[in-house]
């Protein structure tokens, strides 16, 4: 994609799964990546990738990491799934996945702001869940996180369209992640999980690594301010 040529951008989570889907899809169309996790890929390659530790579920220190001056995209990947019923769902459950999913991109995209402005055209990519807007048994904690990540995400994209500062949020069905191995357990389970969907399959990170790509890329420079769902269908095709 060759508007995503020499572009600086930050993958937040970008060692597994979705994050480490769109880290490969950004370094084919020759973007500058930078990535943050807790602990390093053992197959990631320093050499394409600055990868740098960082903890989002605590505040962090500016000083401790290196960024470019000017900043074209950040993805916020993190995420959990807690599938618990609702009575015996406990407060520090919805605490610790409220801390991650929010509280998390809060801090990054505070730290990050100065350097999104300096680009003079910059996106924001946020990852939610189909389980934020379609109701599902045993979500209220990841639900509930989710749906507050979207209603920040919108917030931003109003306040800092001016800067010209685009905010949107991609949302995901069930997906063939590291995450989400205790539910996709086996294929028997994928295979069921995703005769669900209108399009008869589970997603695969490359799916929604690709729409995030796009809302990095200058092809999207009109849209702000939108939660996409890449959901197979699931949440608007019965």
Not at 21 to 33: E, F, P, Q, S
Not at 151 to 157: E, I, K, N, P, V
Request: with cysteine; proline share 5%; aromatic share 4%.
């Amino acid at each position: 994609m060759e508007s995503l040529r020499d572009k600086e951008i930050l993958v937040v989570g970008g060692t597994s799964g979705i994050g480490r889907a769109v880290v490969g899809d950004l370094l084919a169309a020759d973007a500058r990546v930078t990535v943050w996790s807790r602990q390093p890929a053992p197959d990631l390659d320093e050499t394409a990738v600055r990868w740098q530790a960082a903890d989002v579920t605590a505040p962090l220190d500016a000083n401790g990491l290196d960024l470019p001056d000017a900043l074209h995209g950040l993805v916020y990947c993190p995420g959990s799934i807690t599938l618990t019923p609702a009575g015996r769902l406990t407060e520090e459950q919805l605490q610790t996945d409220f801390n991650l999913n929010v509280l998390g991109a809060f801090r990054v995209i505070r730290l990050c702001l100065p350097r999104l402005q300096k680009a003079e055209g910059a996106g924001v990519v946020l990852l939610s869940t189909v389980a934020a807007r379609t109701g599902l048994a045993f979500h209220v904690s990841v639900s509930t996180a989710k749906a507050a990540l979207e209603g920040m995400a919108l917030a931003l994209a109003a306040e800092l369209a001016p800067r010209r500062i685009r905010v949107n949020v991609v949302a995901p069905s069930i997906t063939d992640t590291p995450l989400a191995a205790g539910i996709l357990r086996s294929d028997e389970k994928k295979n069921e999980l995703g005769q669900r969907h209108p399009l008869r399959r589970i997603g695969a990170p490359a799916d929604i690594a690709a729409a995030i790509t796009f809302l990095l890329s200058d092809a999207s420079g009109w849209i702000t301010g939108q939660v996409l769902p890449v959901d197979g269908g699931y949440s608007t095709i019965k």
